[in-house]
């Protein structure tokens, strides 16, 4: 995601997302354009590993126009707290995606990607190429995430430190697409804001 060509990235966990628990990592994210082996878990779908740390990513290996289902997703399992390897769909509910290969999909502040939590549909945000990264914005799924992060994605819109929608304002979410779970929790949180704001001195 990151426009230097570096094969492999060293910084990042081997599923692509942080992996220590409540520390705060960098996820240095890089092309791995070179020094991979290679899996096809789907006909459109290339699993990329870096032969040296482990670290995952997954590409396309056809065309996708901005808006198109590139599939339906499930879960394996759901849980009541977030894990590095979970997405929320609501309160208090944290699934392990099905099938578990899309987990590989890592994040970038300018995603090309979503999961849609209420469709359970995987859709592209923008038109993907062959041999593009496939990537997402981890607070539109993520309300307080387990495993926050110093993004290095590179991008010019890259917000820095990610740590769910929670720690982000309404103009810096602004031009994302959010799911409908997250798009409610802001409504709550800016509502709440407002009822609690001081009374007006005339009273």
């Known amino acids: 995601m990151s426009a230097h060509a570096i094969a492999c990235a060293p910084l990042a966990a081997p599923s692509g997302r942080c992996n220590h628990e409540k520390v705060v ?38 065309h996708f126009k901005a808006g198109e289902v590139i599939m339906a997703f499930s879960y394996r399992s759901m849980g009541d707290y977030p894990t590095y390897l979970t997405v929320q769909v609501g309160e208090d509910k944290h699934i392990e995606l099905s099938p578990a290969w899309l987990e590989h999909v890592n994040h970038s502040c300018e995603p090309n990607v979503m999961f849609n939590t209420t469709t359970f549909n995987f859709e592209a945000l923008h038109d993907i190429a062959a041999g593009d990264e496939l990537c997402f914005f981890y607070p539109s799924t993520e309300w307080a995430m387990d495993s926050p992060f110093q993004c290095k994605c590179g991008k010019p819109s890259c917000l820095g430190y990610i740590a769910g929608a ?38």
């Open 25 to 62: 990592c960098g996820a240095d994210y890089r092309p791995l354009n070179t020094g991979y082996k290679t899996e096809y878990p789907a006909e459109w779908a290339e699993h990329r590993i870096c032969a040296t740390t482990g670290h995952n990513a997954l590409y396309a290996r056809k």
């Open 166 to 203: 929670s720690q982000l304002t309404r103009e810096q979410l602004a031009t994302r697409r959010l799911t409908d779970f997250i798009a409610n929790k802001l409504d709550e949180r800016d509502a709440g804001a407002s009822s609690s704001s001081p009374c007006d001195s005339s009273q």
